[in-house]
């Protein structure tokens, strides 16, 4: 949908209000009252207008409702567990979330042609083969704990930190206090506990519930983020602990979706949860996207996006490509929504296949979300071909051990995450 450009009218009528205080003018404050009450009248509205009510049966947010509308899927795949195949393959995906976060970060929604000056400036390969090799703002610092170099291949010392990791953390952390069976009501208790701050629709939801608001309700209050990348990110806890069980894994997913999503938001989790899920036992990363479609309402407007980008992959060769298409179909669409982004994920999964390096260096490259896009598609990747098929240079420099912003979790260790993942993988299967 193509709205007008009310963000330039806004910026430009600060502008002018700042330059006319400079000139000394009178009467701006009364102005611009009007246009403040103008704009909170057109809110309001907006707020009030009603859905349409045949898409909202397509597009339900209640649990039993969707699993009613998904397409005939295999829910489970493997009913035996395999813990030295698992092992491998958990590591795997951590690795590859963490890589593909890692490359992505300092250069988070820049636009192609400006990742590709850095490259340049720095001599380094475009799309990237490895880590960047310098970084703009090298000094400042992240989230309080890691610095914008740490990031580089020269600096790597650990995994830094990002949200895309933390909500990986912050998803054991729930599964070990919680159990399996975990609540909503329980999700929003462990964001208050271990989060000291969020974005987009996490912010929302966590003041939310700061506030008294109800974790089931704290999603859907003054929440325009609710469609957004932000629930999509947390999908892989989900997919680690139920390894070839997709249906279990986008249940959790959904628990942990509904405290701060709506509509495709919650679908994003569950069919990235259920595709890592799946990823653990199959050998095409692309079979993986397939099952996980199986999880989700077959005729939401994210199953479709997902369908037209697996129809379209063929097409679909380098991430300029990818990107050129994104922008046709969605545009318009904020460049943080779950949807567009999510055919870029694909795209770069389809067009890397299983070479690793390959999927996360064109996933970056394409832009937008980038970090998240890139630790995602290194996660299922990741999944299917195990830490021996991933290249050193991704993760060498990790030195088993992962930064964190979490409140009193500050720092964790890659092979402690790998038997803690392991542990409840295990006690999921023996239920």
Not at 19 to 37: C, D, Q, R, V, Y
Not at 212 to 218: D, T
Not at 295 to 322: F, H, S, V
């Amino acid at each position: 949908m193509k709205t007008p450009n009310l963000k330039k009218w806004v910026e430009e009528i600060e502008l002018y209000a700042q330059l006319k205080s400079e000139f000394g003018t009178k009467g701006i404050s009364s102005t611009l009252i009007p246009a403040e009450k103008a704009l909170r009248s057109t809110l309001s509205r907006l707020k009030k207008l009603p859905i349409d009510p045949k898409q909202a049966r397509l597009e339900p947010n209640d649990l039993r409702k969707i699993r009613l509308l998904r397409p005939p899927g295999p829910r489970r795949l493997r009913e035996k567990w395999n813990p030295e195949v698992y092992s491998d393959r958990l590591e795997g995906a951590l690795l590859g979330r963490m890589a593909g976060c890692t490359l992505g970060v300092p250069v988070e929604s820049w636009p192609i042609e400006k990742m590709k000056a850095l490259a340049e400036e720095n001599g380094d390969s475009f799309p990237p083969t490895d880590y960047w090799s310098a970084v703009p703002e090298p000094a400042a610092v992240r989230n309080g704990v890691s610095r914008n170099d740490a990031y580089t291949r020269s600096k790597l010392d650990g995994v830094p930190v990002d949200d895309d990791i933390a909500y990986t953390l912050l998803g054991l952390l729930i599964a070990e206090q919680y159990g399996h069976q975990f609540s909503t009501e329980q999700v929003g208790k462990a964001w208050i506990h271990y989060l000291p701050v969020a974005c987009t629709a996490e912010h929302v939801a966590l003041e939310n519930l700061k506030q008294g608001v109800p974790a089931s309700k704290a999603g859907a209050r003054n929440n325009p983020y609710c469609q957004w990348i932000g629930a999509a990110i947390r999908a892989d806890p989900w997919g680690y602990i139920a390894p070839g069980w997709p249906e279990y894994a986008a249940d959790m997913a959904y628990r942990d979706a509904s405290i701060s999503h709506r509509r495709q938001g919650i679908y994003g989790e569950m069919f990235f949860a259920a595709a890592i899920a799946a990823a653990f036992t199959v050998n095409d990363p692309v079979e993986a996207l397939q099952i996980g479609l199986t999880e989700i309402p077959r005729d939401c407007a994210l199953a479709k996006a997902i369908r037209w980008a697996l129809e379209t992959a063929p097409k679909i060769k380098n991430y300029r490509q990818a990107r050129a298409a994104v922008d046709e179909r969605f545009e318009g669409m904020h460049p943080v929504h779950t949807v567009n982004n999510a055919c870029l994920t694909i795209w770069g999964v389809t067009i890397g296949k299983t070479d690793f390096t390959k999927v996360i260096g064109e996933t970056v490259a394409m832009g937008m979300d980038n970090d998240c896009t890139a630790a995602t598609a290194g996660s299922i990747v990741g999944a299917v071909i195990g830490k021996k098929h991933i290249p050193p240079q991704w993760h060498e420099g990790f030195n088993n051990t992962v930064h964190s912003y979490l409140n009193g979790r500050r720092r964790f260790s890659i092979q402690g995450l790998v038997q803690r993942f392991t542990r409840q993988a295990k006690e999921v299967w023996n239920q």
